[in-house]
Structure formats: C-alpha cells, structure tokens
C-alpha cells in the first residue's frame, strides 16, 4: 500500500536551533513528495516539493528537505528554527492521481 | 485571483440529514480533491478527481459522493449525516501536468461540519 508516514507528533525546538521533522514514504516507482504548512484555522500551504534530480531541495520561508531513497525518507529541516515556524507540517506522496498525507507533526519553536 | 474556495465554512446538521459542500477553483486545474482532517488522523482523502466527468474513491468514501460536473467544481455530498462525520473538511485542486503529477497542491480554508 503507498503511504506517509510521520513518526513524530511533536517536535519541539528553541529558537535559533535547527529544527528537523522526519517523513518516510511507501510507494512504488518514482516517488513525487510534498510539505505542506498548516497554522490554525487555515488551510495547507505549500512549502516545497521533490519531483527528481539534486536530493536537497529548497522551499519557502528558508526550510530545506532531503530525499534519501534507500531510506525511504524525506526529511524537512531548517538551519535556524523561528518561533513564527510553530505549526502544524504534513509530509505528503503523489501516486498516481492521488495526494496522499502524513499524519502530521506539530512543531513547537520556544523563545 | 480567488483560489481554492470552499462553501459554506460552517454547518451543523442533524444526524440524518444531508448537504452538499461545494469546492470552486478558478486556476483551470484537472485534479481537485476532498480531504477531511480529524485530531491526530492528519488529512486523509475522501474522493479525488483527475478531470471533468470523473472521480475516483480516496482512502475513507464510505458515506459520502461527490461529482464533478464542470472542470471547476467539485461537489461533496453527504446523503444521511452521522456524527462520525464531524470533521474539518478541506478541498485542493492541483494541474496534472499529464500523468506525472508534479505538481504542488493550493487548499481552500475549510468547512467546519459538525452532526449532532
């Protein structure tokens, strides 16, 4: 079955400190992966995508991700957390005509 | 540019009842989806559609149809309401940019439904 997974409810981080929050994937073929931002009462933005090519991709608002594929993963990290990155994130997968989501992980940013 | 827009944005319903949620996108997008998002569930999909005239079943159709009369609308309905369909529903269109789907997804705000 093709699926996300989010193995982190919650990721809490200090500001100023990098922040990671971890996805793996299942599905067959090329994988298209997705992060999505969500803050209360809003809907889901878009943060960045990999489709193919270099393993690091760059998106929005400084955060980067890295698809690893013996790892099955794709990881969102950000070098330096903001408390304005406390949200909910969601790691998603394109099989097919399908958008499927992760569970989501809260991410908490402390001054 | 209006987006994603989803009616209405709140609704209560008596068990039983029934209504129909409407998703419009102004983009020309072929892929629209219907998601209903719960606490610790994450989103997941309820029906999806990859072009005028077709729709397909997600990972939790049971209770709901949709239909997908014109290339901009995407229609959700609910024939007998339960409270297990208590949700936060959201709608996304994308372009299918063929059959490779690479591209990124654009969200309406939700509609807050509640079954009593």
């Known amino acids: 079955a093709q699926s996300v997974a989010q193995p982190e409810d919650q990721v809490n981080v200090a500001e100023g400190n990098p922040l990671t929050v971890k996805c793996t994937y299942s599905?067959?073929?090329?994988?298209?992966l997705f992060w999505y931002v969500q803050y209360p009462n809003r809907g889901l933005q878009f943060l960045l995508k990999?489709?193919?090519?270099?393993?690091l991709v760059k998106g929005s608002y400084g955060f980067e991700a890295e698809f690893n594929k013996s790892q099955t993963s794709f990881h969102l990290k950000k070098p330096s957390a903001l408390v304005s990155d406390s949200a909910l994130y969601f790691c998603?997968?394109?099989?097919?005509?399908?958008?499927?989501f992760g569970q989501g992980t809260e991410l908490s940013v402390k001054p | 540019n209006a987006g994603v827009t989803q009616t209405p944005k709140f609704r209560v319903l008596k068990t039983g009842q029934s209504m129909t949620l409407l998703c419009a996108q102004d983009?020309?997008?072929?892929?629209m989806y219907w998601y209903r998002q719960d606490p610790g569930m994450g989103l997941r999909l309820i029906h999806y559609s990859v072009g005028e005239g077709t729709t397909a079943k997600g990972e939790v159709p049971d209770g709901y149809n949709v239909s997908r009369l014109k290339k901009q609308n995407f229609l959700l309905g609910l024939e007998s309401a339960a409270p297990s369909q208590t949700s936060v529903y959201f709608c996304a269109s994308s372009s299918g940019q063929g059959t490779r789907g690479e591209a990124e997804a654009f969200f309406g705000q939700g509609t807050r439904l509640t079954v009593v």
């Open positions: 599905v067959s073929g090329n994988p298209y």
């Open positions: 990999y489709i193919t090519g270099d393993n």
């Open positions: 998603a997968v394109r099989p097919g005509g399908k958008l499927i």
């Open positions: 983009m020309n997008h072929e892929y």
